[in-house]
């Protein structure tokens, strides 16, 4: 199956500041779906990109599939305090596998 | 339109007891599959059902076993239970088969082993 690695494990954001999360693959990805959970809650669907160097965005999310559909990233800009939580990138082979997810606080 | 509802929220149980968790997925979708997340080992894929059939199995013990009935409802079950298996069980649907589309998660089931 296709196994997903993210980067980092832990965000710890200023309020306002922007950050990067990182999910990448050894094998080319038949697409990916990115999910946020927030303490206590369940993960919840947030985006999925198919194509080579995909581009979405969500307000202040910027989510981005490599050229090779090898790696993605989701971008947060000037983050708040509503963005606390653990953000999972899963690819779907068969099955959907989750990435370990970046865990994000934010600091008032 | 209704979410994906687990039930129970919560259960403790203890040591060599078997669970039953349930799962009603989203009016519609007939696609069900079961994770278990845990601090350590994050969300791990249990098993996928479609149309009453076990599609795919994750790398899990034969304990843990479940169903589907023709409504879609979903059932999974562990037996003789072990300490490592306390975790939060989500239970997840989607409208087509298998997943590779938006998978919509119930709240979960937190079991607790003693």
């Known amino acids: 199956g296709q196994q997903v690695m993210q980067i980092p494990q832990y965000q710890h954001v200023q309020e306002g500041e922007d950050f990067t999360t990182y999910c990448n693959s050894s094998?080319?990805?038949?697409?990916i779906q990115w999910y946020k959970q927030r303490p206590g809650g369940h993960p919840v669907f947030l985006i999925q990109l198919v194509k080579s160097g995909e581009v979405k965005k969500q307000k202040r999310l910027t989510f981005q599939f490599g050229e090779a559909k090898k790696n993605s990233s989701l971008h947060i800009t000037a983050t708040q305090t509503t963005d606390v939580g653990t953000y999972f990138c899963a690819s779907y082979d068969y099955k959907l596998s989750f990435g370990a997810g970046t865990t994000v606080t934010v600091r008032a | 339109k209704a979410g994906v509802t687990q039930t129970p929220r919560y259960l403790i149980k203890t040591r060599g007891q078997q669970v039953t968790l349930s799962c009603s997925p989203i009016?519609?979708?007939?696609?069900v599959s079961w994770y278990q997340q845990t601090p350590g080992q994050g969300l791990q894929f249990l098993f996928e059902?479609?149309?009453?059939?076990?599609?795919n199995k994750g790398n899990f013990p034969g304990r843990f076993s479940g169903r589907q009935f023709s409504n879609s409802r979903s059932e999974m079950n562990v037996s003789t239970l072990e300490l490592g298996d306390s975790a939060l069980y989500l239970c997840a649907s989607s409208l087509v088969k298998a997943m590779n589309t938006e998978a919509f998660f119930g709240q979960g089931t937190r079991l607790t082993v003693v």
């Open positions: 009016s519609g979708h007939r696609s």
């Open positions: 094998t080319t990805l038949s697409n």
């Open positions: 059902y479609f149309s009453e059939t076990q599609r």
